[in-house]
């Protein structure tokens, strides 16, 4: 394979799994807690919107960012007063959040912008750019390791770094803190937590907090550094591919991380597969090559979806006993 075209795929293969990676570290943390949450894709989209519509506003980063991490986190919360407050059923609330995302968001960019649900684009200054911009120009006349190198690792913004930062983070977190023991055993056994003094209800809060963090981050990214503007539906089931990713990687921060790996490497080998006449089958249709990422998602969850493990709690609402 071509060096450049290696080194393009990597970059591509990056950028594409970084929403991923977030989604599915946000999904992980809240079922650790032993809260299904199927509304990670109206999250993430809810959260590109406030970015889009407050980067768009305002002209600034931190505010877009403030916006989409006020509404996801609100989303968690108010997934968590049905399903952990009242004891309501965990997946009937996530599709809820999708639902209410993929309208209101519609509904509000109509209204606000009438630009068909779209909001206008974010400025230059507003988007994220790549931190060492010059790096793939400086390496791009050496062999293999300049596009490997340059345009590979070194052609990213600041966002693609903290995805793939936050995977050992949250492995020490979950696995190296009293939080995170404390986070996994509710998870797992409910009554032992409560039975030591240590209440559910908050740990499970706690969990949909940082879920709705992680969401935030994802769903900005998306709108700031992506693309330039909120479109509806822009998340086009990436929510649900970074569950799939979670599960596939058995709850685990660094096998979620390479499921989203190879997700994000099906989807970019999707993407330079179009218009190509591949031998003795010629030209492939557009359609069936944007499907495919998700069908081979689709055949790897399938596949592996029995062999896992889910946390023992998952999806039980927690009855405190008297």
């Given at each position: 394979?071509d060096d450049?075209?290696?080194?393009?795929?990597l970059a591509?293969?990056?950028?594409?799994?970084?929403?991923?990676?977030?989604c599915?570290?946000?999904?992980?943390?809240?079922e650790?807690?032993?809260?299904?949450d199927?509304?990670?894709?109206?999250?993430?989209?809810?959260?590109?919107?406030?970015?889009?519509?407050?980067?768009?506003?305002w002209?600034?980063?931190?505010?877009?960012?403030?916006?989409?991490?006020?509404?996801t986190?609100?989303l968690?919360?108010?997934?968590?007063?049905?399903?952990?407050?009242?004891?309501?059923?965990?997946?009937?609330?996530?599709?809820?959040?999708?639902?209410?995302?993929?309208g209101?968001?519609?509904?509000?960019?109509?209204?606000?912008?009438?630009?068909?649900?779209?909001?206008?684009?974010?400025?230059?200054?507003v988007?994220?750019q790549?931190?060492a911009?010059?790096?793939?120009?400086?390496l791009?006349g050496?062999?293999?390791l300049?596009?490997?190198?340059?345009?590979?690792?070194?052609?990213?913004?600041?966002?693609?770094?903290?995805?793939?930062?936050?995977?050992?983070?949250?492995?020490?977190?979950?696995?190296?803190?009293?939080?995170g023991?404390?986070?996994?055993?509710?998870?797992?056994?409910p009554?032992?937590?409560?039975?030591a003094?240590v209440?559910?209800?908050?740990?499970?809060y706690?969990?949909l907090?940082l879920?709705?963090?992680?969401?935030?981050l994802a769903?900005?990214?998306?709108?700031?550094?992506?693309?330039?503007?909120?479109?509806p539906?822009?998340?086009?089931?990436?929510?649900?591919?970074?569950l799939?990713?979670?599960?596939f990687g058995?709850?685990h921060p660094v096998?979620?991380?390479?499921?989203?790996?190879l997700?994000?490497?099906?989807?970019?080998?999707?993407?330079?597969?179009?218009?190509v006449?591949?031998?003795?089958?010629?030209?492939?249709p557009?359609q069936a090559?944007?499907?495919?990422?998700?069908l081979?998602?689709?055949?790897?969850?399938a596949?592996?979806i029995?062999?896992?493990?889910?946390?023992?709690?998952l999806?039980?609402?927690?009855?405190?006993?008297?």
């Amino acid at each position: 394979m071509d060096d450049a075209l290696l080194g393009a795929l990597l970059a591509s293969t990056l950028r594409v799994a970084t929403p991923l990676m977030l989604c599915a570290l946000a999904g992980l943390i809240a079922e650790r807690a032993g809260v299904i949450d199927i509304g990670l894709e109206g999250k993430m989209l809810f959260a590109a919107f406030a970015a889009g519509a407050a980067g768009a506003a305002w002209g600034s980063t931190t505010l877009a960012l403030g916006a989409a991490m006020l509404v996801t986190i609100a989303l968690s919360w108010l997934h968590g007063w049905a399903c952990v407050s009242h004891r309501g059923d965990q997946v009937v609330s996530g599709v809820a959040v999708n639902i209410i995302a993929v309208g209101l968001t519609a509904v509000l960019g109509i209204a606000w912008f009438a630009q068909g649900g779209q909001t206008p684009p974010v400025t230059a200054e507003v988007r994220l750019q790549a931190i060492a911009p010059g790096a793939a120009e400086a390496l791009r006349g050496v062999p293999w390791l300049g596009p490997l190198l340059g345009d590979g690792l070194l052609s990213h913004n600041i966002m693609v770094y903290l995805a793939i930062a936050l995977v050992p983070a949250v492995w020490w977190l979950l696995y190296r803190t009293r939080f995170g023991l404390r986070l996994r055993a509710v998870g797992e056994n409910p009554h032992m937590v409560d039975a030591a003094g240590v209440s559910v209800i908050k740990l499970r809060y706690a969990a949909l907090t940082l879920n709705g963090v992680l969401c935030s981050l994802a769903g900005s990214y998306l709108v700031l550094a992506q693309n330039a503007s909120f479109v509806p539906n822009m998340t086009a089931g990436r929510g649900f591919m970074a569950l799939a990713a979670m599960i596939f990687g058995k709850w685990h921060p660094v096998g979620a991380f390479w499921a989203c790996l190879l997700f994000g490497f099906l989807d970019a080998v999707a993407i330079r597969l179009q218009g190509v006449k591949l031998p003795g089958i010629g030209e492939v249709p557009v359609q069936a090559i944007q499907a495919l990422p998700y069908l081979l998602t689709v055949i790897l969850l399938a596949g592996f979806i029995g062999k896992t493990t889910a946390p023992q709690a998952l999806g039980k609402p927690y009855l405190k006993e008297r």
